[in-house]
T-cell receptor, first 114, second 111 residues
Framework: NAGVTQTPKFQVLKTGQSMTLQCAQD?????MSWYRQDPGMGLRLIHY???????DQGEVPNGYNVSRSTTEDFPLRLLSAAPSQTSVYFC?????????????FGSGTRLTVV | QKEVEQDPGPLSVPEGAIVSLNCTYS??????FMWYRQYSRKGPELLMY????GNKEDGRFTAQVDKSSKYISLFIRDSQPSDSATYLC???????????FGSGTQLTVLP
């Protein structure tokens, strides 16, 4: 039982390049989300999904796309990377059947845009 | 102004000390209050949660919520070097349907 798996762990991109951050979970959680963590800013919600085929924007969605075709996977796409997107990205999941506290986080993807 | 304010520290204490970590918030709709612990280069992990006002104790950890003052606290008794981490408060509830995090307090417990 792996929980929440994020790949890659590290990535360096050039400005303007695109890439996809992967998030996979094996807990059958309906809710999946993406956060970015920056110094002094805490964790900020980018996009979230309450089930396959359903996605919505969070606090800082600009420059990112998501889709949810399966329960297990929730990829985050950077369309045209910018230095402001240098950050640590976390995927978090929870079951909608539990109380609101049951979030499980992945170990993160450290992204640098040069 | 951020919805959730948390002193970033860093906070450094000797082993065995009592640690107090705090957050203030502005959204009165918040009902669930959580503390996450994040070790360096790892994802946050849920440490404790409380619903509405009151205290909750789990071993060396005590979480307190004072909704009238919009103030939450996490106390760590007999702190250990293994407690060295960043502690994040988080809240959700009512019309606030997504977790809102504080910026985190970096704690170091010195042996």
């Amino acid at each position: 039982n792996a929980g929440v798996t994020q790949t890659p762990k590290f990535q360096v991109l050039k400005t303007g390049q695109s890439m996809t951050l992967q998030c996979a979970q094996d807990m059958n959680h309906e809710y999946m989300s993406w956060y970015r963590q920056d110094p002094g800013m805490g964790l900020r919600l980018i996009h979230y999904s309450v089930g396959a085929g359903i996605t919505d924007q969070g606090e800082v969605p600009n420059g990112y796309n998501v889709s949810r075709s399966t329960t297990e996977d929730f990829p985050l796409r950077l369309l045209s990377a910018a230095p402001s997107q240098t950050s640590v990205y976390f995927c978090a999941t929870k079951s909608t059947g539990l109380a609101n506290y049951g979030y499980t986080f992945g170990s993160g993807t450290r992204l640098t845009v040069v | 102004q951020k919805e959730v304010e948390q002193d970033p520290g860093p906070l450094s204490v000797p082993e065995g000390a009592i640690v107090s970590l705090n957050c203030t918030y502005s959204n009165s709709a918040f009902q669930y209050f959580m503390w996450y612990r994040q070790y360096s280069r790892k994802g946050p992990e849920l440490l404790m949660y409380t619903y509405s006002s009151g205290n909750k104790e789990d071993g060396r950890f005590t979480a307190q919520v004072d909704k009238s003052s919009k103030y939450i606290s996490l106390f760590i008794r007999d702190s250990q070097p293994s407690d060295s981490a960043t502690y994040l408060c988080a809240m959700i509830g009512g019309s606030a349907r997504q977790l809102t995090f504080g910026s985190g307090t970096q704690l170091t417990v010195l042996p």
